[in-house]
């Protein structure tokens, strides 16, 4: 018997051949990710300086007054500010319950055979491109909201009551209720989507013991599902509302474009986003484009609030 | 009686609830549909080969769409080589490398939240960026300031479903690599990522099928062009520009351009989204 080496409790290896590149491989991983965090950065610092002179001119004026008059150079954002949360509040107001039913609808009962086409089909609605909704909105949805809805709700408003106050505005079409029912639209896949997969996390185990002390689909989803997943869904909701936020294509082509408040539903106004597109590339001084360009932080600073709210909520659950 | 009523009650509310998520659906559905429908019926009316042969018009005079589409392509091209490459990379940091040490994980979780933010941002102000960046120091509008917004939409998504793809890899696989004496970055690439690599391509393909789409950053960086254009360091035509510009136009003819525009990108995302989709499904079933 022949004792055997005492070893050191570690093992030891030879470096392999190549691993000399081991750390620049290392450093130009990082430096990939290093180039995204230099972009984000590089955004809120450029929407900063650009948008600091309009910002330390107007002071709080650019967040309380609604005169934005490229002729006098006066350049007041509250317009388009109100405009972008009116219209995204909205969106989310329509397309959530939908959103929620159609979840539903394809984790409860939907049959089997039309479970993944009609998946799939909302989620194709996630990836038309949003100037295509744009001109759909403008050509096809515009008229025929104006047509079957405007005309009929304003001669319908009785004088004087707040229906009449709410359903202002000259029904061509365009202006905040349409391009918030767009918008709905279009944040509705996204929704929808996510709020499927969070319903398919609950175990099986824990629906088919509610169905089986004898409670019905709605109590199932009010009772076990929703409660299951409440803060996800919040998440996932946030995240639709972030979409709407900075949805700018299809929103510029309905929403009318005029910078005053929106007296009514049907009035046209603007968002910060359809604001830049319609403005900057044709900016008549440098307080224009820098007006333009602290909407856009503001604008950021909505979206990144509303998304550090969303991870916030998903948070953990994502990457642990 | 009264365990009658609540039964019925209850019932009613079950009804209720089936019916409204049914006409949800339904509601979805035929958005979906209405969308396709009048797409088909107003693009499919204005397409003819004179679509891919001419550049665009001037109002009221014969003309295609060849400069825009050749111009996208362009743009989304180098957009994508970009962002994959720089995706990539970022992903298998935030994959195989943050792991490896305290200060590297905290940087990882960082880089992770405002990749995430950068994903979601609104591309306008990701257009504001590049124009300040890339338009403003050279005093003109030009393709790579275009391909370069484009990029930066693309390289978060081609990001984030690397780091997901990577992360779905045994850890067998590594320690296979590391058993054959193999360097670590020799493992990533010839082990992980070509293991991956079918997921990577599906990244790559939803992240172009959003490119392809993306209207608001190119506004103010690529412009437009009137005429073909191969020089990247000019304004070049896009698709989604064109579609903006003639869609909001008085014009019959260049409304008539801006649908057939609507169709091609509509037809390419939803073709590329159905392909992504056929190659995961057969993924799986390997």
């Known amino acids: 018997m022949t004792a055997l080496p005492a070893t050191t409790g570690e093992t030891t290896r030879t470096r392999p051949a190549g691993a000399s590149f081991d750390p620049i491989f290392l450093g130009l991983c990082a430096a990939a990710a290093t180039l995204l965090l230099t972009a984000l950065a590089g955004i809120v610092v450029s929407l900063l300086i650009g948008g600091w002179p309009a910002l330390s001119h107007f002071k709080l004026a650019f967040f309380t007054s609604s005169e934005w008059d490229p002729v006098k150079d006066i350049y007041g954002g509250a317009g388009p500010i109100v405009g972008t949360l009116i219209t995204a509040l909205l969106s989310l107001v329509f397309a959530l319950p939908i959103a929620f039913g159609i979840a539903v609808f394809l984790v409860e009962f939907c049959p089997p055979l039309l479970r993944r086409p009609i998946g799939i089909a909302v989620e194709l609605l996630a990836g038309v491109p949003s100037i295509v909704y744009g001109m759909w909105g403008l050509f096809i949805f515009a008229p025929l909201f104006r047509d079957f809805v405007e005309f009929p709700l304003i001669t319908w408003a009785p004088p004087g009551s707040i229906w009449e106050k709410l359903f202002q505005g000259i029904p061509n079409g365009s202006g905040i209720l349409v391009a918030s029912i767009i918008l709905s639209v279009m944040i509705l896949p996204y929704i929808a989507a996510t709020l499927r997969e969070l319903f398919l996390t609950v175990p099986a185990k824990v629906r088919e013991s509610a169905y089986g002390v004898g409670c019905t689909t709605v109590e199932v989803v009010w009772s076990v599902t929703l409660p299951y997943v409440r803060r996800s869904a919040i998440g996932a909701v946030m995240l639709g509302l972030g979409r709407a936020l900075g949805e700018t294509m299809a929103v510029t082509f309905i929403i009318g474009n005029s910078h005053a408040f929106p007296k009514g539903l049907f009035d046209g106004g603007s968002t910060i986003a359809s604001t830049i597109a319609n403005e900057f590339a044709e900016a008549t001084s440098d307080m224009h484009t820098s007006a333009l360009i602290a909407l856009g932080f503001v604008l950021f600073v909505i979206t990144f609030a509303v998304l550090a709210i969303a991870r916030a909520f998903l948070g953990a659950s994502k990457h642990g | ?286």
């Open chain 2, 1 to 286: 009686m009264a365990v009658l009523d609540r039964r019925n009650r209850r019932q009613i509310a079950n009804t209720a609830f089936v019916t409204f998520s049914t006409t949800a659906a339904v509601i979805a559905i035929s958005a979906l549909t209405a969308i396709l429908y009048s797409l088909l019926v107003k693009g499919v009316s204005g397409l003819n080969l004179d679509i891919f042969l001419l550049s665009t018009p001037a109002p009221m005079s014969q003309g295609g769409l060849a400069n825009a589409i050749v111009g996208s392509l362009m743009l989304c091209g180098v957009a994508m080589v970009g962002a994959v490459i720089v995706g990539v990379l970022a992903g298998t940091f935030l994959a195989e490398y943050s792991g490896l040490s305290p200060a590297l994980n905290a940087y990882g979780s960082v880089v992770r939240f405002l990749n995430d933010v950068l994903l979601s941002a609104p591309s306008i102000l990701i257009g504001l960026f590049v124009y300040y960046i890339a338009v403003k120091p050279v005093h003109g509008f030009n393709g790579w300031a275009g391909a370069l917004a484009l990029g930066l939409i693309a390289a978060p998504v081609v990001t984030r479903t690397t780091e997901d793809v990577l992360k779905l890899q045994a850890k067998q696989l590594r320690e296979s690599g590391v058993a054959l004496g193999a360097p670590m970055w020799v493992t990533i690439q010839k082990v992980l990522w070509r293991a991956s690599s079918g997921g990577i391509l599906t990244g790559a393909l939803l992240a172009f099928a959003r490119i392809s789409g993306e209207t608001a950053p190119l506004l103010f960086t690529s412009l437009g062009n009137q005429f073909m254009n191969f020089d990247m360091s000019k304004p070049i035509s896009n698709l989604p520009a064109v579609i903006f510009q003639f869609g909001l136009s008085a014009y019959d003819d260049w409304q008539r351009l801006a649908w057939v525009g609507a169709l091609l990108i509509a037809f390419a995302v939803l073709s590329i989204n159905i392909l992504v989709r056929v190659l995961s499904q057969e993924q799986k079933r390997s």
